[in-house]
Protein backbone atom coordinates (compact mmCIF):
# COMPACT_ATOMS: atom_id res chain seq x y z
CA UNK A 1 0.00 0.00 0.00
CA UNK A 2 1.94 3.15 -1.07
CA UNK A 3 -0.39 5.54 1.76
CA UNK A 4 -2.52 7.15 -1.10
CA UNK A 5 -5.09 9.31 -0.34
CA UNK A 6 -8.32 10.77 -2.17
CA UNK A 7 -10.22 13.71 -1.12
CA UNK A 8 -13.17 14.49 -0.84
CA UNK A 9 -14.63 10.67 -1.38
CA UNK A 10 -17.83 11.99 -2.70
CA UNK A 11 -19.03 15.02 -4.60
CA UNK A 12 -22.23 16.04 -5.70
CA UNK A 13 -22.04 19.37 -8.02
CA UNK A 14 -24.03 21.29 -10.78
CA UNK A 15 -23.26 21.22 -14.59
CA UNK A 16 -20.97 24.24 -14.99
CA UNK A 17 -19.31 24.65 -11.76
CA UNK A 18 -15.57 23.94 -11.20
CA UNK A 19 -14.57 20.81 -9.52
CA UNK A 20 -10.86 20.09 -7.65
CA UNK A 21 -10.05 16.62 -6.81
CA UNK A 22 -6.70 16.32 -4.75
CA UNK A 23 -4.60 13.11 -4.45
CA UNK A 24 -1.99 12.75 -1.02
CA UNK A 25 1.05 10.40 -1.95
CA UNK A 26 3.32 9.47 1.51
CA UNK A 27 5.51 7.03 -0.26
CA UNK A 28 7.56 10.22 -2.22
CA UNK A 29 6.64 7.80 -6.16
CA UNK A 30 7.76 10.31 -9.22
CA UNK A 31 4.92 9.35 -11.40
CA UNK A 32 0.87 9.78 -10.38
CA UNK A 33 -1.73 9.41 -12.49
CA UNK A 34 -5.35 9.92 -12.68
CA UNK A 35 -7.92 7.79 -14.02
CA UNK A 36 -11.95 7.52 -14.44
CA UNK A 37 -13.81 4.31 -14.42
CA UNK A 38 -17.33 3.37 -16.25
CA UNK A 39 -19.37 0.96 -16.15
CA UNK A 40 -18.49 -1.27 -19.24
CA UNK A 41 -14.93 0.18 -19.70
CA UNK A 42 -11.60 -0.17 -17.98
CA UNK A 43 -9.90 2.33 -16.05
CA UNK A 44 -8.87 4.85 -18.53
CA UNK A 45 -5.97 7.40 -17.66
CA UNK A 46 -6.77 11.05 -17.94
CA UNK A 47 -3.89 12.50 -17.16
CA UNK A 48 -0.30 12.01 -15.31
CA UNK A 49 2.63 13.58 -14.13
CA UNK A 50 6.12 12.26 -14.15
CA UNK A 51 7.51 15.06 -11.66
CA UNK A 52 6.89 18.08 -10.17
CA UNK A 53 5.16 20.95 -12.90
CA UNK A 54 5.93 17.71 -15.05
CA UNK A 55 2.56 16.55 -16.80
CA UNK A 56 1.45 14.85 -19.58
CA UNK A 57 -2.41 14.05 -20.89
CA UNK A 58 -3.95 10.28 -21.23
CA UNK A 59 -6.28 9.18 -23.88
CA UNK A 60 -9.24 11.44 -22.21
CA UNK A 61 -8.00 14.30 -21.37
CA UNK A 62 -10.51 16.55 -22.58
CA UNK A 63 -12.53 18.89 -19.98
CA UNK A 64 -9.48 18.69 -17.29
CA UNK A 65 -6.90 19.36 -16.75
CA UNK A 66 -4.10 18.85 -13.86
CA UNK A 67 -1.21 20.26 -11.24
CA UNK A 68 1.50 18.93 -9.54
CA UNK A 69 3.26 21.97 -6.93
CA UNK A 70 5.00 19.33 -4.68
CA UNK A 71 5.94 15.24 -5.26
CA UNK A 72 2.62 14.32 -2.80
CA UNK A 73 -0.12 16.19 -4.63
CA UNK A 74 -1.81 15.82 -7.36
CA UNK A 75 -4.96 18.11 -8.42
CA UNK A 76 -7.15 17.14 -11.06
CA UNK A 77 -9.50 20.16 -11.84
CA UNK A 78 -12.88 19.76 -14.05
CA UNK A 79 -13.15 23.71 -14.95
CA UNK A 80 -16.64 23.28 -16.07
CA UNK A 81 -17.62 19.74 -14.51
CA UNK A 82 -20.80 18.16 -17.21
CA UNK A 83 -23.24 15.28 -16.54
CA UNK A 84 -20.33 12.93 -18.68
CA UNK A 85 -17.89 13.76 -16.42
CA UNK A 86 -20.44 11.81 -14.13
CA UNK A 87 -17.79 9.18 -12.76
CA UNK A 88 -15.48 7.29 -10.27
CA UNK A 89 -11.93 8.89 -10.08
CA UNK A 90 -9.07 7.31 -8.86
CA UNK A 91 -6.08 8.47 -8.40
CA UNK A 92 -2.01 6.10 -8.56
CA UNK A 93 1.28 5.97 -7.78
CA UNK A 94 4.23 4.35 -9.17
CA UNK A 95 8.21 4.57 -8.90
CA UNK A 96 8.38 4.33 -12.54
CA UNK A 97 6.49 4.35 -15.49
CA UNK A 98 6.03 0.45 -16.22
CA UNK A 99 6.52 -0.10 -12.52
CA UNK A 100 3.21 -1.35 -10.33
CA UNK A 101 0.83 1.19 -9.25
CA UNK A 102 -0.32 1.23 -6.44
CA UNK A 103 -3.93 3.24 -6.04
CA UNK A 104 -6.20 5.04 -4.06
CA UNK A 105 -9.80 4.77 -2.37
CA UNK A 106 -11.55 6.69 -5.10
CA UNK A 107 -13.42 9.66 -5.72
CA UNK A 108 -17.38 9.28 -6.64
CA UNK A 109 -18.01 12.74 -8.83
CA UNK A 110 -22.43 13.25 -9.58
CA UNK A 111 -22.18 15.60 -11.87
CA UNK A 112 -26.28 16.68 -11.96
CA UNK B 1 -6.15 3.29 -27.21
CA UNK B 2 -5.20 -0.36 -26.85
CA UNK B 3 -7.89 -2.87 -26.21
CA UNK B 4 -7.73 -5.73 -23.36
CA UNK B 5 -10.39 -8.45 -23.86
CA UNK B 6 -10.62 -9.42 -20.03
CA UNK B 7 -12.57 -12.81 -20.06
CA UNK B 8 -15.13 -14.76 -18.76
CA UNK B 9 -17.12 -11.60 -17.44
CA UNK B 10 -18.45 -12.85 -14.79
CA UNK B 11 -18.19 -15.79 -12.79
CA UNK B 12 -20.08 -17.92 -10.07
CA UNK B 13 -18.66 -20.90 -8.60
CA UNK B 14 -18.45 -22.89 -5.46
CA UNK B 15 -16.71 -22.50 -2.55
CA UNK B 16 -13.49 -24.81 -2.91
CA UNK B 17 -13.29 -24.69 -7.18
CA UNK B 18 -10.34 -23.46 -8.89
CA UNK B 19 -10.85 -20.30 -10.70
CA UNK B 20 -9.15 -19.41 -14.14
CA UNK B 21 -9.51 -16.22 -16.33
CA UNK B 22 -7.31 -14.45 -18.75
CA UNK B 23 -6.29 -11.24 -20.84
CA UNK B 24 -5.77 -11.12 -24.46
CA UNK B 25 -4.76 -8.32 -26.82
CA UNK B 26 -3.52 -7.91 -30.25
CA UNK B 27 -0.95 -5.80 -29.18
CA UNK B 28 2.40 -7.00 -27.14
CA UNK B 29 2.97 -5.90 -23.76
CA UNK B 30 6.46 -5.32 -21.43
CA UNK B 31 4.25 -5.43 -18.30
CA UNK B 32 1.18 -7.40 -16.55
CA UNK B 33 -0.66 -6.37 -13.63
CA UNK B 34 -3.35 -8.08 -12.13
CA UNK B 35 -5.21 -6.02 -9.54
CA UNK B 36 -8.92 -7.13 -7.15
CA UNK B 37 -11.33 -4.72 -6.61
CA UNK B 38 -13.96 -4.55 -3.95
CA UNK B 39 -17.33 -2.57 -4.16
CA UNK B 40 -16.54 0.89 -2.78
CA UNK B 41 -12.43 0.53 -2.72
CA UNK B 42 -9.44 0.93 -5.12
CA UNK B 43 -8.20 -1.57 -7.15
CA UNK B 44 -5.35 -3.68 -4.59
CA UNK B 45 -2.25 -5.31 -6.61
CA UNK B 46 -1.93 -8.73 -6.74
CA UNK B 47 0.75 -9.70 -8.93
CA UNK B 48 2.99 -8.14 -11.10
CA UNK B 49 4.71 -9.58 -14.54
CA UNK B 50 7.63 -8.23 -16.34
CA UNK B 51 9.15 -11.25 -18.37
CA UNK B 52 7.53 -13.21 -20.84
CA UNK B 53 6.34 -16.75 -19.70
CA UNK B 54 6.91 -15.98 -16.10
CA UNK B 55 5.04 -17.54 -13.75
CA UNK B 56 4.33 -15.99 -10.05
CA UNK B 57 1.88 -16.85 -6.91
CA UNK B 58 0.70 -15.36 -4.26
CA UNK B 59 -0.60 -17.25 -1.72
CA UNK B 60 -3.59 -19.25 -3.89
CA UNK B 61 -2.85 -17.02 -6.82
CA UNK B 62 -0.63 -17.82 -9.62
CA UNK B 63 -0.70 -15.33 -12.61
CA UNK B 64 1.62 -16.25 -16.22
CA UNK B 65 2.52 -13.93 -18.53
CA UNK B 66 1.99 -15.07 -22.32
CA UNK B 67 4.82 -16.86 -23.85
CA UNK B 68 3.35 -14.12 -27.06
CA UNK B 69 3.70 -11.56 -24.80
CA UNK B 70 0.21 -10.81 -26.06
CA UNK B 71 -2.07 -12.55 -22.91
CA UNK B 72 -1.98 -13.44 -19.59
CA UNK B 73 -3.49 -15.86 -16.97
CA UNK B 74 -4.91 -15.49 -13.40
CA UNK B 75 -5.82 -18.52 -11.65
CA UNK B 76 -7.05 -18.93 -7.84
CA UNK B 77 -7.21 -21.77 -6.20
CA UNK B 78 -9.78 -23.56 -3.50
CA UNK B 79 -11.81 -20.57 -3.49
CA UNK B 80 -13.15 -18.94 -0.35
CA UNK B 81 -16.22 -16.46 -0.04
CA UNK B 82 -13.63 -13.64 0.40
CA UNK B 83 -12.49 -13.81 -2.99
CA UNK B 84 -15.15 -12.25 -3.84
CA UNK B 85 -14.69 -8.82 -5.84
CA UNK B 86 -13.49 -7.48 -9.70
CA UNK B 87 -10.35 -8.83 -11.11
CA UNK B 88 -8.81 -6.76 -13.75
CA UNK B 89 -5.85 -7.09 -15.89
CA UNK B 90 -3.65 -3.78 -16.70
CA UNK B 91 -0.81 -4.29 -19.63
CA UNK B 92 1.69 -2.13 -20.14
CA UNK B 93 3.02 -1.16 -23.90
CA UNK B 94 6.36 1.41 -24.34
CA UNK B 95 4.22 2.05 -27.48
CA UNK B 96 1.28 4.14 -25.57
CA UNK B 97 3.67 4.05 -23.02
CA UNK B 98 0.97 3.71 -20.19
CA UNK B 99 -1.13 0.41 -19.13
CA UNK B 100 -4.37 -0.36 -20.10
CA UNK B 101 -6.86 -1.93 -18.47
CA UNK B 102 -9.15 -4.64 -18.92
CA UNK B 103 -12.81 -4.15 -18.26
CA UNK B 104 -12.50 -7.08 -15.35
CA UNK B 105 -13.84 -10.38 -14.44
CA UNK B 106 -16.33 -10.08 -11.71
CA UNK B 107 -15.84 -13.47 -9.28
CA UNK B 108 -18.97 -14.60 -6.58
CA UNK B 109 -17.84 -17.67 -4.64
CA UNK B 110 -20.95 -19.37 -3.42
CA UNK B 111 -20.36 -20.76 0.38
Known amino acids: DAGITQSPRHKVTETGTPVTLRCHQTENHRYMYWYRQDPGHGLRLIHY???????DKGEVSDGYSVSRSKTEDFLLTLESATSSQTSVYFC???????????FGPGTRLTVL | GQQLNQSPQSMFIQEGEDVSMNCTSSSIFNTWLWYKQEPGEGPVLLIALYKAGELTSNGRLTAQFGITRKDSFLNISASIPSDVGIYFCAGYTNTGNQFYFGTGTSLTVIP
Open chain 1, 92 to 102: ATSLGTNNEQF
Open chain 1, 49 to 55: SYGVKDT
